[in-house]
T-cell receptor, first 114, second 116 residues
């Protein structure tokens, strides 16, 4: 089955700096890679996702890159703000066919220091 | 419209009791997923429904776990003879398949189960 590894487990940055979180996956059949933000005691919320036919996607301060050959994908947050502090999870699944369920990484706790 | 809702939000059970957790997905969403999230970890898949059909139950940890979605909307996750290791947050997610961003899974707030 799919295995998703995520690092770092914790990340502390100063407000305004950039933050990068990296994930690797094992199953070459995976073709959908969402990122979720989860604040303490709250539900996971999708912040950005990417499909395997695209190498990069941006949405304002957030970007995701995907390297299918190396089975790596990364989340980039620029100009971090205190409200970006949360736990971020990467995930992988297969769309259209195969395993629809998300396989999550173990999470990265991001702290943005004001 | 309303998002995914779950009830109860908190459940305390004595070891050996049976519990039932409810999920109300977003109206019209075809797919429904259950995940288990232990403290400090990422969600782990339990089971998946497409309408009323349970297409994947490979993540259910034991035969004490049972899920159903008889009319293709509301789903119930039942845990029989609860054990302490069942303590976790149980998350439900739904997605709309067939159009546009059909892959996005929308999560409910979860049910925090504590087994004493």
């Amino acid at each position: 089955g799919e295995n998703v590894e995520q690092h770092p487990s914790t990340l502390s940055v100063q407000e305004g700096d950039s933050a990068v979180i990296k994930c690797t996956y094992s199953d070459s059949a995976s073709n959908y890679f969402p990122w979720y933000k989860q604040e303490l005691g709250k539900r996971p919320q999708l912040i950005i996702d990417i499909r395997s036919n695209v190498g990069e996607k941006k949405d304002q301060r957030i970007a995701v890159t995907l390297n299918k050959t190396a089975k790596h994908f990364s989340l980039h947050i620029t100009e971090t703000q205190p409200e970006d502090s949360a736990v971020y999870f990467c995930a992988a699944s297969q769309i259209r066919t195969g395993r629809r369920a998300l396989t999550f990484g173990s999470g990265t706790r991001l702290q943005v220091q004001p | 419209g309303a998002g995914v809702s779950q009830s109860p939000r908190y459940k305390v059970a004595k070891r050996g009791q049976d519990v039932a957790l409810r999920c109300d997905p977003i109206s019209g969403h075809v797919s429904l997923f259950w995940y288990q999230q232990a403290l400090g970890q990422g969600p782990e898949f339990l089971t998946y429904f497409q309408n009323e059909a349970q297409l994947d139950k490979s993540g259910l940890p034991s035969d004490r776990f049972f899920a159903e979605r008889p009319e293709g909307s509301v789903s119930t996750l039942k845990i029989q003879r609860t054990q302490q290791e069942d303590s976790a947050v149980y998350l439900c997610a739904s997605s709309l398949e067939g159009q546009g961003r059909y892959n996005e899974q929308f999560f409910g707030p979860g049910t925090r189960l504590t087994v004493l």
